[in-house]
C-alpha cells in the first residue's frame, strides 16, 4: 500500500482484494511465427524456398500451422510473404491466424455456417434458440435433450429442453464444458486486435450489441454517486481513450477523476488442445499492450467515501472468428477512496507510459503465469494536498481490463494492467505529506468450461513510486 501517516486510507482496495501472488514462466507459443514453414523459430530466405518447393510438390514436411492466408496449406503465399518480410516490405505487425481442427464427438450436434438459415431466432440472453421444425428434420440434425449443440459462431451448450410449437422447434441450452463436445482437436489464434470499426464492436451500458461509429464509441452513464464519461476513439493502430466521473453538480464538484491517454493496437495468440476428451494444453498472450495514460485526481470539501465501480461495463468487444462463439472483450474497473475534510482540497496529476504482456499457461497439469513487464515510467505533474486535519485521497483504474470467454463463460475472467495515485497530509505531530503511484499487472483464470475444475488468481507484477515524501515524515 501506500504511507502509514496518520488519516492514510488504503487505496484499490477493489483491485488487490481480487489479487493474490503468482509465479512468473515464460515459454514460446503454440503457433510458428508466421511463414515459419521450417519451424525454426523465425521466418527466413530458407522457408521461402522450402514453401516455394512444397508449391511445386516437393512433399517436404513442413509446419501448416505457419500458413499465412488461411488456407490450410504451405505454398506460394507463405514464400511471398517470408519474402515481403525479409526485405523489409512487409511489417512486423503480421497476419491474423486461426486454427479450428476438431473432431466432434458423438454426442455433438453441429449447426454450420450453411444451415444458420434453419435458426429462426437466437436469444443468447437467456439461451434459447428457435428452428424450423421440417427444416431440422429434412437435415438429418439430432436436437434431442442431452445432447450438445453448436451452432456456428451463436451459441455453444448442452441441450436441456426441447419443445415443439407449431412448425417450430424450441431448445433451451446450459452449460457443457467443451470436452463434451470436442474428443481431440487444436483451436488457436493469432489475432491482431485494432481499433476499426470492422474489428471492435461496442456495447451499450444494459448490455446491448452498438454498431461503432466511424471515429469512436461513447458511453455516459451513473454510477455510485458519480457520472461517468467516457470515449474510446477507432484510430485504427491506437485509440484515444477520455475517462471522467464526476461527483457534485454543476460548480459543486466535490471530487472529480480523469484518465486520458492512448492505447495501442496489440496482439491475442491463445491456445487450446484437446486430447481424448481432455485439456492438454492451454495458452493465453496479450502482447505488446502499451499506451499512456494521465491520471488526475481533484477532491475538494468534504469528500468521504469510497467507490469500486465493478468491469460489468464492456468498452469494446472483439469477436474471434471460429465455429464456437469466441470473444475478447476490453473492460475498465474504477476504484477510489477519499476522506477529506471540509476545508480540505487536492489535486494530484500523474502521467503514466508503459508496456506488458499479460498471459497465462496451461501445461495440463497446472497453470502458471505468462507475463513480462515491459518498460514504463512515471511522471508526476502537479500536486496540491492541505488542510487543518488528515486528509487522504486516492484513485485508480484496470485499465485495459481484458476477459476472454466462450459463449458466456469466462476463461479468463480478467487479465489488466492497473494504475493508481494518491496521497495524504496530516498537519501536525508530525507534518507528513506523501504522493505515490503504483502500477500492476495482474490476472484470473478458471478453466471449466474447457472441462478442467482450476482457477487461479496472479500478480505479474506491483510498482510502487513515491513521487513526494516530506522531510518531517517518519
Not at 435458426?119 to 428434420?137: E, I, L, N, P, R
Not at 462463439?325 to 477510489?336: C, D, E, G, W
Not at 476472454?404 to 492497473?418: E, F, S
Request: overall charge negative; charged content about 20%.
Amino acid at each position: 500500500m501506500f504511507s502509514k501517516c496518520v488519516g492514510r486510507v488504503a487505496v484499490m482496495t477493489g483491485l488487490l482484494a481480487i489479487i493474490v501472488f503468482g509465479a512468473f514462466f515464460r515459454c514460446a507459443f503454440a503457433l510458428p511465427p508466421p511463414g515459419d514453414v521450417d519451424d525454426s523459430g523465425e521466418a527466413t530466405l530458407r522457408d521461402a524456398v522450402i514453401a516455394l518447393q512444397v508449391a511445386a510438390g516437393s512433399g517436404l514436411e513442413v509446419n501448416v500451422l505457419a500458413d499465412v492466408d488461411a488456407d490450410r496449406k504451405i505454398g506460394i503465399g507463405e514464400a511471398v510473404y517470408v519474402l515481403q518480410r525479409v526485405s523489409g516490405v512487409q511489417e512486423d505487425w503480421g497476419p491474423d491466424r486461426v486454427v479450428f481442427d476438431v473432431e466432434w464427438t458423438p454426442e455433438t450436434t453441429v449447426i454450420s455456417e450453411s444451415m444458420l438459415d434453419l435458426m429462426k431466432s437466437a436469444d443468447t440472453v437467456d439461451d434459447v434458440y428457435v428452428f424450423d421444425a421440417a427444416g431440422v428434420a429434412a437435415a438429418g440434425l439430432d436436437i434431442s435433450e442431452g445432447r450438445i449443440l453448436v451452432i456456428y459462431n451463436t451459441v455453444f451448450g448442452k441441450i436441456d429442453s426441447v419443445a415443439q410449437n407449431g412448425t417450430d422447434l424450441e431448445i433451451h441450452t446450459a452449460f457443457a464444458p467443451l470436452t463434451e463436445a470436442i474428443s481431440d482437436g487444436v483451436i488457436a489464434w493469432d489475432y491482431g486486435v485494432e481499433f476499426t470499426a470492422d474489428k471492435i464492436v461496442g456495447r451499450s451500458p444494459d448490455g446491448r450489441r452498438i454498431l461503432p461509429r466511424a471515429d469512436e464509441l461513447t458511453f455516459s452513464f451513473p454510477y455510485g454517486g458519480f457520472t461517468f464519461d467516457i470515449k474510446m476513439g477507432l484510430g485504427g493502430d491506437t485509440s484515444a481513450v477520455t475517462i471522467t466521473a464526476k461527483k457534485g453538480v454543476g460548480d459543486n464538484i466535490t471530487a472529480q477523476f480523469t484518465a486520458q491517454g492512448t492505447l495501442h493496437r496489440f496482439r491475442s495468440r491463445d491456445l487450446i488442445e484437446i486430447r481424448s476428451r481432455k485439456l492438454d494444453a492451454f495458452e493465453h498472450a496479450l502482447e505488446g499492450i502499451r499506451g499512456d495514460l494521465t491520471l488526475e485526481l481533484l477532491v475538494a470539501g468534504s469528500a468521504s467515501d469510497s467507490l469500486n465501480f465493478k468491469p460489468d461495463l464492456t468498452l469494446m468487444e472483439i469477436p474471434i472468428p471460429l465455429v464456437i462463439p469466441t470473444t475478447l472483450a476490453i473492460k475498465i474497473q474504477f476504484v477510489s477512496q477519499l476522506k477529506t475534510p471540509i476545508d480540505g482540497s487536492t489535486n494530484i496529476k500523474t502521467g503514466f507510459s508503459f508496456g506488458s504482456d499479460l498471459g497465462v499457461v496451461f501445461n495440463g497439469v497446472d497453470v502458471s503465469a505468462n507475463a513480462q513487464i515491459g518498460p514504463y515510467q512515471f511522471d508526476e505533474e502537479s500536486k496540491t494536498i492541505g488542510a487543518s486535519s488528515p486528509i487522504a485521497a486516492n484513485f485508480g483504474i484496470g485499465f485495459p481490463r481484458f476477459e476472454l470467454g466462450i459463449g458466456k463463460v469466462l476463461i479468463v475472467p480478467w487479465a489488466q494492467t492497473a494504475f493508481l495515485i494518491g496521497g495524504s497530509f496530516t498537519p501536525f505531530h508530525p507534518t507528513c505529506l506523501i504522493v505515490e503511484g503504483q502500477f500492476i499487472g495482474a490476472c484470473g483464470i478458471n478453466l471449466a468450461v474447457l472441462g478442467e475444475l482450476l482457477n487461479r488468481d496472479f500478480t505479474f507484477w506491483n510498482e510502487k513510486e513515491t513521487f513526494f515524501s516530506s522531510d518531517t515524515c517518519p
